[in-house]
């Protein structure tokens, strides 16, 4: 949910946007950056998709690489003198070498082959293949950027995993499920009412989201994202909204007013034994599990306006946690725990900050917008995605933690696009 839709308690659900196409725009300059020479796969020029410039992208977008200019042609067999990359001008000097070929065999798929050496020690580190339908080549290279991110960083790479948002064009609404870079998915849902709210089940299978095509009253369903199969979990009298899913896959946090009020309440992953958690006075809504299940965070305006509170997933007393100013909405809480990031109101622009748990007093603005929404932290806690106003036009757009590289994923055909989500790693 965004602010927009903090009054979906009394009803107010607003909708959200449409997309077909990202353009991904790097800016900014991190701090310490590894610059890596990227050079072209052969035969990929006979292909629709340039591995390389994919892989490259994926890289950049991470802040934790700088793409040395090459454009030369490598392939995997080669054995480049890798002193050669040491001895160049600074910035042109790398640190790691890829390069690799794309085969056509006779079944119609491609061979996807690659190497990756480290410049400095003089060694190869990886040699290695993957194999990939025409329509699967742009995955392919995000596994690959995957396996480069990880042997040269130690932590897993994220650009393999996929994002949900929702888009809108004239009165049709869609949910979209594409590669983390924007581009190359599917639509998993498409309707005439609202969709908005959209939740990764744990094991990435199914998306959770509140839409109005439930006789134009919101309701909260669950779909696998594979089969297109559509549960309903929610469709009680008054609101049901703001679904999130526990660690363990086995129950959601919702918001509904079918007592009176807006309040959090937990439900089966089926919709079964639907149990209240707040018993305020309040609209308490946009409840999200801590990754340990252990807590629940999320927004009530109990002491005048909506802030940011945290109580035990069993229920109970709840703490306020956020404290940058008179509005804060929209917690996401990274996968590995430490970090939280929120919307926050400040002399009327809406910033995404973050802060680390514990130390939440000194949270930061990351970015230079004024109407950002929906922050969701990538599986590996390293990016987060956002939704905000840049140039006139709705964008989706990904950010390093500290702000410095923001990559920004522009539809090339739609002008409104919001609520992402960033889903997990698949096993």
Same mark, same amino acid.
């Given at each position: !949910?965004?602010?927009? *839709? /903090?009054?979906?308690?009394?009803?107010?659900?607003?909708?959200? &946007?449409? *997309?077909?196409? /990202?353009?991904? @725009? #790097?800016?900014?300059?991190?701090?310490?950056?590894?610059?890596?020479?990227?050079?072209? /796969?052969?035969?990929?020029?006979?292909?629709?998709?340039?591995?390389?410039?994919?892989?490259?992208? =994926?890289?950049?977008?991470?802040?934790?690489?700088?793409?040395?200019?090459?454009?030369?042609?490598? =392939?995997?067999?080669?054995?480049?003198?890798?002193?050669?990359?040491?001895?160049?001008?600074?910035?042109?000097?790398?640190?790691?070498?890829?390069?690799?070929?794309?085969?056509?065999?006779?079944?119609?798929?491609?061979?996807?082959?690659?190497?990756?050496?480290?410049?400095?020690?003089?060694?190869?580190?990886?040699? $290695?293949?993957?194999?990939?339908?025409?329509?699967?080549?742009?995955?392919?290279?995000?596994?690959?950027?995957?396996?480069?991110? @990880?042997?040269?960083?130690?932590?897993?790479?994220?650009?393999?995993? /996929?994002?949900?948002?929702?888009?809108?064009?004239?009165?049709?609404?869609?949910?979209?499920?594409?590669?983390?870079?924007?581009?190359?998915?599917?639509?998993?849902?498409?309707?005439?009412?609202?969709?908005?709210?959209?939740?990764?089940?744990?094991?990435?299978?199914?998306?959770?989201?509140?839409?109005?095509?439930?006789?134009?009253?919101?309701?909260?369903?669950?779909?696998?994202?594979?089969?297109?199969?559509?549960?309903? *979990?929610?469709?009680?009298?008054?609101?049901?909204?703001?679904?999130?899913?526990? &660690?363990?896959?086995?129950?959601?946090?919702?918001?509904?007013?079918?007592?009176?009020?807006?309040?959090?309440? #937990?439900?089966?992953?089926?919709?079964?034994?639907?149990?209240?958690?707040?018993?305020?006075?309040?609209?308490?809504?946009?409840?999200?599990?801590?990754?340990?299940?252990?807590?629940?965070?999320?927004?009530?305006?109990?002491?005048?306006? &909506?802030?940011?509170?945290? !109580?035990?997933?069993?229920?109970?007393?709840?703490?306020?946690?956020?404290?940058?100013?008179?509005?804060? #909405?929209?917690?996401?809480?990274?996968?590995?725990?430490?970090?939280?990031?929120?919307?926050?109101?400040?002399?009327?622009?809406?910033?995404?900050?973050?802060?680390?748990?514990?130390? *939440?007093?000194?949270?930061? $603005?990351?970015?230079?917008?004024?109407?950002?929404?929906? &922050?969701?932290?990538?599986?590996?806690?390293?990016?987060?995605?956002?939704?905000?106003?840049?140039?006139?036009? =709705?964008?989706? !757009?990904?950010?390093?933690?500290?702000?410095?590289?923001?990559?920004?994923?522009?539809?090339?055909?739609?002008? =409104?696009?919001?609520?992402? $989500?960033?889903?997990?790693?698949?096993?």
């Amino acid at each position: !949910m965004n602010r927009r *839709l /903090f009054a979906a308690s009394s009803g107010l659900l607003l909708a959200a &946007p449409a *997309l077909a196409q /990202f353009r991904v @725009e #790097i800016s900014g300059v991190g701090a310490t950056q590894l610059p890596i020479a990227i050079a072209r /796969f052969r035969d990929e020029d006979r292909t629709t998709q340039s591995v390389s410039a994919v892989i490259k992208a =994926d890289l950049e977008r991470s802040g934790l690489f700088r793409a040395v200019k090459t454009d030369q042609v490598i =392939d995997e067999s080669a054995k480049p003198n890798l002193g050669d990359w040491r001895g160049q001008s600074a910035d042109q000097s790398a640190d790691a070498l890829l390069a690799g070929s794309v085969t056509r065999l006779a079944d119609g798929r491609f061979d996807v082959r690659y190497k990756l050496w480290d410049v400095v020690k003089g060694k190869e580190l990886v040699f $290695a293949n993957v194999t990939a339908g025409p329509a699967e080549l742009r995955l392919a290279a995000h596994r690959i950027a995957d396996v480069v991110y @990880e042997k040269l960083t130690g932590e897993k790479g994220v650009f393999s995993t /996929f994002i949900a948002y929702v888009t809108r064009s004239g009165k049709r609404y869609a949910l979209r499920v594409d590669h983390a870079d924007g581009a190359g998915g599917e639509v998993a849902l498409q309707s005439s009412e609202a969709i908005i709210s959209p939740s990764w089940s744990p094991d990435g299978q199914e998306l959770a989201y509140v839409t109005f095509q439930d006789e134009r009253k919101a309701a909260v369903f669950a779909q696998n994202i594979v089969t297109g199969a559509r549960r309903k *979990l929610a469709s009680f009298p008054g609101s049901n909204s703001a679904p999130s899913w526990s &660690p363990d896959g086995k129950s959601l946090v919702v918001t509904l007013s079918r007592d009176g009020g807006s309040q959090l309440y #937990i439900i089966g992953r089926n919709g079964e034994s639907p149990r209240r958690l707040t018993n305020s006075q309040a609209i308490d809504t946009e409840g999200t599990f801590t990754p340990d299940g252990k807590q629940i965070y999320f927004v009530s305006d109990r002491s005048g306006g &909506p802030q940011i509170y945290r !109580m035990s997933a069993g229920g109970g007393a709840a703490e306020r946690v956020s404290f940058t100013g008179s509005y804060n #909405i929209s917690p996401a809480i990274s996968p590995d725990g430490r970090y939280l990031a929120y919307i926050s109101r400040q002399n009327g622009a809406f910033k995404l900050y973050v802060g680390e748990i514990g130390k *939440l007093g000194n949270a930061q $603005a990351i970015t230079d917008t004024s109407d950002d929404e929906s &922050p969701s932290f990538a599986p590996n806690s390293k990016l987060i995605i956002y939704a905000t106003r840049a140039n006139g036009r =709705d964008t989706l !757009m990904t950010t390093t933690l500290d702000g410095k590289i923001k990559g920004a994923l522009d539809a090339n055909r739609f002008p =409104d696009v919001r609520e992402p $989500a960033w889903g997990p790693f698949v096993r």
